[in-house]
């Protein structure tokens, strides 16, 4: 049994962290969690009360939530060199945080039609301004900035979580296509982690009823 859990379902936010499990490369056991009683049983409410995955458990210690599951993975195996140095972390820790703050929430309230109204004081108060436009504004001008990942030229768990907004996003039509993330996009799956993640996710998807 190894010493590092990850509780997921393959058609969830898990697919993030499947990636970056991948990228690490140390083993993991699987731990499928279906949608409904599971996930509010007793048993996994005591690992997340949020009743929602993923989680990852590595030595007893439970991390939920993607952005901090991504830093933590990064942190605790540093020889696969996802995390940048300490004192080069500004970009890495920016955008990483910018994606699950502003990006995530603008393209929830999207997707459910909500629009700010007008009043200046709204865009105050959302967290990401306005409208999705302006946060993708903000990642496309991160990208032209002379950079092929987050932090410069070399990957990082940044890429991962970021990169998987800007790929789902432009698949599935839920972010604005801008310069620069169609080809931002393309390195990131083109990685074998990210390969090996999607076809382990896919596999799981397939053998469901």
Same mark, same amino acid.
């Given at each position: 049994? /190894?010493?590092?859990?990850f509780h997921?379902?393959?058609? $969830?936010?898990?697919? !993030?962290?499947?990636?970056? %499990?991948?990228? !690490?490369?140390?083993?993991?056991?699987?731990?499928? &969690?279906? +949608?409904? *009683?599971?996930?509010? $049983?007793?048993? #996994?409410?005591?690992?997340?009360?949020?009743?929602?995955?993923?989680?990852?458990?590595?030595?007893?210690?439970? &991390?939920? *939530?993607?952005?901090?599951?991504?830093?933590? %993975?990064?942190?605790?195996?540093?020889?696969?060199? %996802?995390?940048?140095?300490?004192?080069?972390?500004?970009?890495?820790?920016?955008? %990483? #945080?910018?994606?699950?703050?502003?990006?995530?929430?603008?393209?929830?309230?999207? $997707?459910?039609? #909500?629009?700010?109204?007008?009043?200046?004081?709204?865009?105050?108060? /959302?967290?990401y301004g306005?409208?999705?436009?302006?946060?993708?504004?903000?990642?496309?001008?991160?990208?032209?900035d002379g950079?092929?990942? &987050?932090?410069?030229?070399?990957? $990082?768990?940044?890429?991962?979580?970021?990169?998987?907004? !800007?790929?789902?996003?432009?698949?599935?039509?839920?972010?604005?296509?801008?310069?620069?993330?169609?080809? +931002?996009?393309?390195?990131? &799956?083109?990685?074998?982690?990210?390969?090996?993640?999607?076809?382990?996710?896919?596999?799981? !998807?397939?053998?469901?009823?």
């Amino acid at each position: 049994m /190894s010493d590092l859990v990850f509780h997921t379902n393959p058609a $969830s936010r898990g697919r !993030i962290v499947r990636w970056m %499990l991948e990228e !690490i490369g140390h083993p993991y056991d699987t731990r499928v &969690v279906p +949608y409904g *009683e599971a996930m509010k $049983s007793a048993d #996994f409410l005591a690992l997340n009360p949020m009743g929602k995955v993923p989680v990852v458990v590595h030595n007893g210690h439970v &991390v939920t *939530e993607c952005a901090a599951i991504c830093a933590y %993975l990064a942190d605790a195996f540093p020889d696969a060199g %996802l995390a940048p140095r300490a004192d080069d972390r500004a970009a890495y820790y920016r955008w %990483l #945080f910018f994606a699950a703050g502003p990006l995530e929430m603008a393209v929830i309230n999207a $997707s459910f039609g #909500f629009h700010l109204s007008d009043d200046p004081m709204a865009s105050r108060r /959302s967290g990401y301004g306005r409208d999705l436009e302006g946060v993708a504004d903000a990642l496309a001008t991160m990208l032209a900035d002379g950079r092929d990942y &987050v932090t410069g030229a070399r990957f $990082s768990a940044a890429d991962v979580y970021v990169g998987s907004h !800007i790929q789902w996003g432009l698949e599935f039509g839920t972010m604005p296509e801008r310069p620069g993330f169609a080809d +931002y996009a393309a390195r990131l &799956v083109a990685r074998p982690a990210a390969s090996a993640a999607r076809a382990k996710d896919d596999a799981l !998807i397939a053998q469901q009823p």
